[in-house]
């Protein structure tokens, strides 16, 4: 509320344009953050070593591409595998990894999504069009001030021959947070 009524002040005022604020909140939100985390998934998928290092400490490993900074102190990455698929939330606010998703989505930070995630995880999914078999555990994690998560979604059938940079493009940010699936490249 208070950010609300700062931005509509400045607004009144002349002082901002709230179009402006709109690119740049869009930049961030689907540009510069979700690339960085792209490319962390990408090195991941290609290097095995890496994969290993940053499931293991992927605070370290996602500093090694040179991401880093507030709200990104203290990482954790989650794999998704052909029985496992991981979604991320935050039930009490907003809490996401700026450095390597920028800022949150509108729908991450809504009531709706944060409460009907942990009660029916699979029902929410659907409504974000994925449906997975019942034989895949759906594991839900609740960010915090202290932690944040990255998802690691499944690589893609038939990528078998692209680079880290044509990996990367098929990383969408909804595939970090859980919400969607790497679809495989168009042929
Ligand atoms: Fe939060």
New binding site residues.
């Given amino acids: 509320m208070r950010v609300k009524a700062l931005e509509t002040l400045l607004s009144e005022k002349g002082l901002v344009d709230s179009s402006a604020i709109d690119t740049v909140i869009e930049l961030y939100e689907t540009k510069i953050g979700p690339r960085n985390g792209a490319a962390v998934v990408a090195r991941a998928w290609s290097d095995p070593d890496y994969k290993a290092r940053l499931l293991e400490n992927g605070t370290k490993a996602i500093a090694e591409l040179g991401f880093e900074g507030v709200q990104g102190e203290d990482m954790m990455v989650v794999e998704n595998t052909d029985s496992v698929h991981n979604v991320v939330v ?1 039930t ?5 990894p700026w450095p390597t998703l920028g800022l949150p989505p509108v729908w991450y930070k809504s009531a709706p999504y944060r409460s009907k995630v942990v009660r029916d995880p699979r029902g929410v999914l659907s409504e974000f069009g994925v449906e997975l078999p019942d034989s895949v555990e759906i594991r839900v994690w609740d ?3 202290e932690l944040r998560y990255l998802v690691l979604p499944n690589r893609p059938a038939g990528t078998d021959d692209l680079s880290e940079a044509e990996l990367a493009e098929l990383v969408t940010r909804d595939s970090m947070i859980g919400t969607a699936l790497v679809a495989a490249p168009a042929s």
């Fill in positions: 935050c009490l606010c907003s809490c996401y960010s915090n001030a």
